[in-house]
Structures are given as C-alpha cells and as structure tokens.
C-alpha cells in the first residue's frame, strides 16, 4: 500500500488566450492600485500591452530582469518599488522575470500577478534561486509563491522555436524528476505524466509551425503541470547539476536543462526503472508500439527538435568540468542512485561532448529504433489512409510482441496457424472470416462501419455463408422447399427511419436447415435452398415460408477450431436468421435476427447479438395466414426494418 503526503497550494490560475486583457481584474481582486510592471530588456512591446490592460493602476515598469536573478539587479528593482510606491508586482516574461517579482516579493511581502510567457514553470514554484558573487542559492517560502499566474497562449506565440524548445525541455525536466522524487504522491504523478504526454507532442507541433496555437496551449498547460510538481516534491540530480553550471558557470538556464537532462536521466535510469517505464510510456503515448528507452527517446526528442546536446556548445570549457563534479557532489541530497564523483564525472563527460548517452534500457531503444525504421518505411506511400493504417498495425503488432515478450516459437505457431487459414479459405469455406468472427473483430468492424444512426435496425455481421446472387422467389414461397423443421411464416417490413414504407427493397435472406447446415456446406445439395431474393411490395412488405433457426456450430475442424479448443470455447451460434436489405438512397443493411430464448444468445461464438435483434419467435396454431396447409404448429416471425439514410 502506497503511503504519501500531499500539500496542495491555493494559487489562482487563469489559463487561455487573450487573458491579459483580464490583468487589471486580477490585480484589483488582490485589492491592489499601483502595479510594477517586470519584465527581461528586450519586452517594450509586451510592456506597452501590459500599461494598455492595466490602466490607471501601473504605478511604472522594471525592465532589467537578468536570468539567474542576481542580487544587484534585485537591489535596483526594489529602488523602482519605493520610487514609484508600488503595491502589487506583475511580472512578464520568462523565468528571469518570475524570479525577479519573486525576489522582489520576499524582501517587501508584495503580492504577484505573474504572466508566463515562457514554459519555465517557475511561476508555480515557492522556489527563488538568485546569484551573489557567481554563486547561486536557492531558497523556498510561502511568500515567494505568485498569488495569481495569468497565462495567456497568444504571448507565447511568438517565442522563438529555438527557446521553445529548451524551455519546453526545462519543463519535461520538472516532470521527469517528479516521478522518482522521494514524496511521490498520485497527484504530483498524473500531473507529471500529463506534462510529458503534452510537451512530447507539443514540442514538434511548435518546430514544425510556431504560430500553431493549440500546440503553444499544450506546451504552456504542461509548463504549469511540470511547474506545479516541481513546486511541490525535491527535486534530484539533473535540478542540481543545472543549477551549479547555471550558477558557477554562467550557462543558459533552459539550454543547460536541454543539454543534461537525457545524461541525468541515463544516469539515474539503474535506480529509477519504474518511473523511465512511466516516462518512456507518456513519450510514446498510448498504442504506439514498444516504449523507448526513456533518456535515448528525450535525446533524441532534443536532436529531432534541433535543439542543443552538448556544454561544449554552450560555452564550457573541458578545464571547468573537474570543478563542476566538485560543485555537484559537494552536499549531499536526494537522488534514487547514489551521487559519486566518478559517476557525475562521466555524467558530465558524455553532456560536454553531446553524445547519445548509452540507453538504459539496450533492448527497449533496439525494439523502439527497429519500429522507427518500419514505420518510417511507409512515409511514400501515396495514400495516407494506407499509410496510417499500416503505421498503426505495425506499431500494435511491435507493441504486442514486445509486451508479450514474444518467443520464436510462438509466433512461428503464429505463422503456421495463419498459414494454415489461408490454406483453408476458398469460395466455400471462409476460415479467416470465421477466425476474424471468433475474435469479435467483424463485430467490432460491423458496430463502427453500421452503427452510426440509432434509430435504424442495428446491424449484424455478414457470416461466411453468404452467397452472390441467391435465386428470385415470389411473396409468399418456402425457401425451405419441403425440408424438416418447425415452419416458420416470416412477415416483415421494410422502412426508413420515420417509418415511411420502402417499396421495391431487395431483400436477401439466408440460413441454415434444422441440422445447423448452409447448403453451401452440404456437398450433396443439389442448388441453393434457404436461401432467396425478395423485392418488398409497395407496403414495404414481404411474406415467405422457411424454418425456424437452431444453433449451429461454426466449423470447426480447422485453426479456428483449434483456437476455440485451446480456449475451452463452444463453437455455437445462437439460432438466426441472415437478412441483407438494399435500396436506393439507403444504406445497406445486413442483420440477423436471433431467436429470443434460444441457446447460445448469451455466449454467441461470434459476439454477434445485439439486444435489438433478439426477437420473438412465438408458436401459433390453427389456419395459417395464407391459408397453407402445416401439420401441426408453426411460428411466426413479425419485424419492421429500417434503413438509415446514406449511399
Ligand atoms: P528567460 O526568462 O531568461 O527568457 C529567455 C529569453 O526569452 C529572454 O530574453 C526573454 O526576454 C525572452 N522571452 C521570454 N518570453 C518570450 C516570448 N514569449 N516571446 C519572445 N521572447 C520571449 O528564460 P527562462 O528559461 O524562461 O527562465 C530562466 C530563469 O528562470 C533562470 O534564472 C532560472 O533559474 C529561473 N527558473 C526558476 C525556477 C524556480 O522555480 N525558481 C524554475 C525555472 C526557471
């Protein structure tokens, strides 16, 4: 059993597009009147927005926010505080910004609006990290925590893909280091997964179009996710690292987090292979085949996003990365794998260089590489449908296999069972729409292709009995033609979805005889029989003869059989009668009608009853109601059917 402690924040959040507009609202409902407006240099226009949404309650601006909040630049913002008797902070931009308003927020109590504009997560944190002398500290407090984060998706539109990128990465860092914090907890869990799920597919939206604003509000929900849970659990090695090399070293914050973080992992992955199998997954989302290897797969992410893989690039030299070990192993915190210096060394090693880190899971990056190429492999074909359904099946076949953890063996008898399928489907014994029946796929296929109108008769699934061109017969006729079993007088109509008759419907029927035998199975049977075309009369009506169905079993001295054997299933349908009904400007329907009370409804091997098609067959007695002459009882069978509109 899971034991876990969450502490959950109150922090008003606004999410949507044009929301700045709503700043003012905001600030007011702190019961504020002179708002500071922070932001990093380059923002005049973004500050021009916010004095226009602001209105009469900006008390002036900062605009000298530096990323890694040094305390000098600190010391002049809150020269700007006194100067212009500001009682509220509204920070906009990025991390730099946040963490300017939050360092301004501890020293004076001042309450903040925040307007993230980039996907940092710092906005949901208590955490402030400023920079004395080249060296950075962190510390956390209730009053650090914005009062109000107002995010608003059109700020973000125009953030460079570049900064996207690593920002988007620097928030997939906060996730990844939730999952294997030390207090996990299920919200912190979900919230984490969420974050990655949207960022994997978010990012390379953004790449591909950064004005795609429903990518942007993906990156931005997942930023406040990712900011949410490092704002609530510790956070471990890869926080650390960056935070000495941003700190000590000067290096961009969102780049250095992009560069270290699949290294981090990789690092971490021996003790943490719960949480890479959690991360793996929501990187790949779900029904994508096997899951990567989870640091490989973000490395690759990064290169496929173009984004930067290695310190060397970011400006560290080889002669800074001794020191670097030094700073990283120098207190102690908590990370699932133990912190040696040798093993940051090689950590840090492999991020300066910008290699692929080794996977932590060999055979997960192999099965995920080989589906790649596969996939990959359908990229020409010149119809997309094609294209989409091959990409899929060979993704859940790799999915199966890999979660089955498949033998040679077995998918040798796999081949073979198929094989012999083939072998045996010719134009009078179907075994692969038996095998496909048995599996409850024709069904499924039948229930998506045929069930889209509810007020038309459901539909059935065709069976392998059907036969092109049954012979014509007139109202009225025995489609039995003198064999044995209980007659059946069959009345039915046909009519569109209002009831309207359809004259002229071409109604095919078919069914076994009272063996459970389709003429097509009996060798011996001279020409079809029980089985025939109506056309409806100008009611819509149609009258006939035949038998009352009795269930029947499928065949099953094939693979299908064996299949059944191997799963202690009955080979049994429930007793039916096949129908096929055609007009113009209507769909085609092929249903049967089951027997209600008749064996097998509950547990038809095909998965082919539906409640609607379970009807009464009732036993009559006396004259019948074309005057034909039966010894003894008969039954009768009453139906209206109704198409639905469509081609
Ligand atoms: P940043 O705030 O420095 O922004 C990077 C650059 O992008 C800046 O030049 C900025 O002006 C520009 N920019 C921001 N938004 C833009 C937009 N929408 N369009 C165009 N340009 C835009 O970088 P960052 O990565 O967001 O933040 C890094 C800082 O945040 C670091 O100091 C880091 O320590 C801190 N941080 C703190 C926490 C925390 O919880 N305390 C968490 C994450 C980051």
Redesign the pocket.
Known sequence: MREFVHSGHLVRTVFGTGTLGRLREEAEALGRTRALIL?????TALVEQAREALGALTAGEFTGAR???PVDVTERALEAVRETGADCLVAL???????LS?ALAVRTGLPQVVVP??Y???EA?P???ETRDGVKT?RSAPEIRPRTILYDVS??L???VR?SV??GV?AMAHAVEALYAPQPDPITDELALRAIRLLASALPRIAADPGDGEARADALEAAWLA?TC??TVGMGLHHKLCHTL?GSFGLP??DTHTVVLPHAMAYNAPAAEDAMRRIARALSGPGSGPAPDAPTAVYDLITALDGPRSLRDLGMTAEDLPRAVELATATPYPNPRPVTADGIAALLQDAWSGHRPPPGDPLAAQLHTLLGEVTSSFDRAPDPRTRQLLTDLVRHLHGFAADNDLTQAEWNLAIEFLTRTGHLSGPTRQEFILLSDTLGVSSAVDVLTNSRTAEATPSAVLGPFYVEGPPPRAHGDDIAAGLDGAPLYVDVRVTDIEGAPIADAVVDVWQANADGFYDVQLPDQDGPVLRARFHTDADGGLVFWSLVPVPYPIPADGPVGRLLDATARHPFRAPHVHFMIGAPGRKTLITQLFVAGGQYIDDDTVFGVKDALVVDYPEQKGPTPDGRAVDGPWHRLTYTFRLAPGA
């Open positions: 932001t990093t240099p380059t923002r990323m890694h909040t931009g990025g991390g730099s910004a946040v963490g939050k504009t980039t940092a997560g710092s944190t955490v402030l990290g962190t700020l973000t125009n953030l460079p900064t690593t920002s620097n900011g490092l704002g941003g914050h969102a």
